[in-house]
Every structure is written in structure tokens, then in C-alpha cells.
Nanobody
Framework: QVQLLESGGGLVQPGRSLNLSCAVSGRMSRINIMAWYRQAPGKQRELVAKITSGGDTTYADFVKGRFSISRDNARNTLYLQMNSLNPEDTAVYYC??????????????WGQGTQVTVSS
């Protein structure tokens, strides 16, 4: 079983920053892609950013230049540095990982989500 523990969400004023973390634990042999998604009220869940095991990153257009995704492979931890936050960034942010166990087959897991609210 794989567990994801997210932290770092909260209430922040527009223009400020937050840093999200996602610690992954379990008996996986490899963590492949790690990603952050978000879901605002009444909207579908959407990809924010993702990072491969080799460090290649992909960002949604709406966060380019403001957010930065990174990972610490030694600690099995994913990060999302969010700068210049605006009210449209308000959402529940979810960590997602793609892992392998003893075979090359890949499995996806989700965290429980952490609320980010941007408001003055």
C-alpha cells in the first residue's frame, strides 16, 4: 500500500506564496511521475504540474512562471512552490504519484488533498 501525506495548504493573501509538500511512503520500488492537481468548487480536477523521475517538468499554462514543482527522490517527497498567488488559485490541491512495485506495471495513487485559499 502507498500513502501520500500532503501539507502546506492554508489561507493566504493575494500576491503571497505557499509551499506544498507531499510525502510518499510504502513498499514501492520506484516512483515514476509525481504531480500536483487541483480542483476548485464546481470545476473538474486539473493538472497543475508534473515531474518525472529524471526531473523533467510540465506546467499548466495558468501557473507558468509562478509555480515551481520539485522532488526529493531520497525522501520520496514532492513539492510545489506557489508564488504570486491570486484568488483563482483557490482550490483543493492533490498530490498524485505513479509508482511501480516488483514488476514494471504502474499504479496511480492520490493524496487526500490540501486546501489553498487565496483571499484578502
Amino acid at each position: 500500500q502507498v500513502q501520500l501525506l500532503e501539507s502546506g495548504g492554508g489561507l493566504v493573501q493575494p500576491g503571497r506564496s505557499l509551499n506544498l509538500s507531499c510525502a510518499v511512503s510504502g513498499r514501492m520500488s520506484r516512483i515514476n511521475i509525481m504531480a500536483w492537481y487541483r480542483q476548485a468548487p464546481g470545476k473538474q480536477r486539473e493538472l497543475v504540474a508534473k515531474i518525472t523521475s529524471g526531473g523533467d517538468t510540465t506546467y499548466a499554462d495558468f501557473v507558468k512562471g509562478r509555480f515551481s514543482i520539485s522532488r526529493d527522490n531520497a525522501r520520496n517527497t514532492l513539492y510545489l512552490q506557489m508564488n504570486s498567488l491570486n484568488p483563482e488559485d483557490t482550490a483543493v490541491y492533490y498530490c498524485n504519484v505513479d509508482v511501480s512495485f516488483s514488476t514494471p506495471q504502474r499504479y496511480g495513487y492520490w493524496g487526500q488533498g490540501t486546501q489553498v485559499t487565496v483571499s484578502s
